[in-house]
């Protein structure tokens, strides 16, 4: 039996002429209609296009093809059609970085599913899972550090050191790691950059207390206002109650935004859940003023 799709990506050759156009109108990347179209030749049994270096060509046999595979589509079209009534709307399924915010996730959540014609399925990952899942397409669109993929940068913001307003270190603009060498601290063991801060640190040859390690940044938030010790956090953590100081020499920063799947490249075009996600984070991140450094409220309008 040839599957519906297959008939598909070979309407849009027959239609658009070439093999990047219809790529591009049925959503997939081109290596992926090229092999849906070679499957579909492997079954008929028949070439179905010669191929040249401008353009497609129908072969007798893809002539024979082109009206039956027309009604077909039809055919799809009117079924989808008498049921669309009873059919839930789509799902779009998005990853978000574990270490964002949640307070700004939550809001953010809230602004996207209020009014959005898809259904929204948060699945929530460490920085370095959601690059998997999205390559294992059990995600479409992931929201955390700035991948390699099809995307948009949202902010990109620097690493502080995070101290309970009440230190006496608080009202600092900058320190040096020697400063703060006999200070308690606590790990976040799922920061992105916990790597290269335990390299600032031990290269100076400070190897402080650590009260405790947590993954949960809210968590670590309160560790900070109770005075239970420092810990290096992103600027958007900024809050009432802490106070982030820049450690001198420490250049690290992260840029967050949202990477697509390599089949999902319009997804911010097509998805009115998305871009009402990556709006309102927009719009947060600009609120925090200089703590991040973003395209500014309302760029994915």
Not at 84 to 100: E, H, K, N, Q, Y
Not at 248 to 260: H, K, N, Q, S, W
Request: proline share 4%; hydrophobic share 45%; aromatic share 6%.
């Amino acid at each position: 039996m040839i599957e519906r799709h297959l008939l598909r990506y070979f309407i849009a050759v027959v239609d658009r002429g070439n093999f990047s156009a219809a790529a591009r109108h049925c959503k997939v990347a081109q290596p992926t209609l090229s092999v849906g179209i070679a499957r579909l030749e492997e079954e008929i049994g028949h070439r179905l296009f010669e191929r040249t270096n401008r353009r497609v060509v129908l072969t007798p046999a893809g002539a024979r093809l082109t009206a039956p595979a027309r009604r077909a589509e039809n055919a799809f079209v009117d079924a989808e059609r008498a049921v669309l009534d009873f059919a839930p709307p789509p799902t779009v399924r998005i990853g978000v970085m574990s270490t964002l915010p949640g307070a700004w996730v939550g809001e953010a959540i809230a602004h996207a599913v209020g009014s959005a014609s898809e259904r929204v399925e948060i699945v929530e990952a460490r920085a370095k899972d959601l690059q998997v899942l999205l390559e294992r397409d059990r995600i479409d669109a992931a929201i955390g550090l700035r991948g390699d993929g099809p995307g948009r940068t949202l902010w990109t913001e620097d690493y502080k050191l995070a101290l309970s307003a009440s230190h006496q270190l608080a009202g600092r603009t900058s320190l040096r790691a020697e400063e703060i060498s006999s200070e308690t601290m606590f790990v976040r063991r799922s920061c992105e950059a916990l790597p290269a801060i335990s390299r600032h640190f031990t290269g100076r040859g400070i190897r402080p207390f650590m009260a405790a390690r947590t993954d949960n940044d809210d968590r670590a938030i309160a560790y900070v206002k109770a005075g239970l010790g420092v810990t290096m956090m992103p600027a958007c953590f900024a809050t009432n109650g802490v106070s982030m100081v820049a450690l001198a020499g420490f250049d690290v920063t992260r840029t967050i935004g949202v990477t697509l799947g390599a089949a999902r490249g319009n997804l911010i075009d097509d998805c009115d859940a998305l871009r009402r996600l990556m709006n309102a984070l927009s719009r947060l991140a600009g609120a925090a003023g200089g703590a991040c450094r973003t395209l500014g409220a309302g760029a994915f309008a």
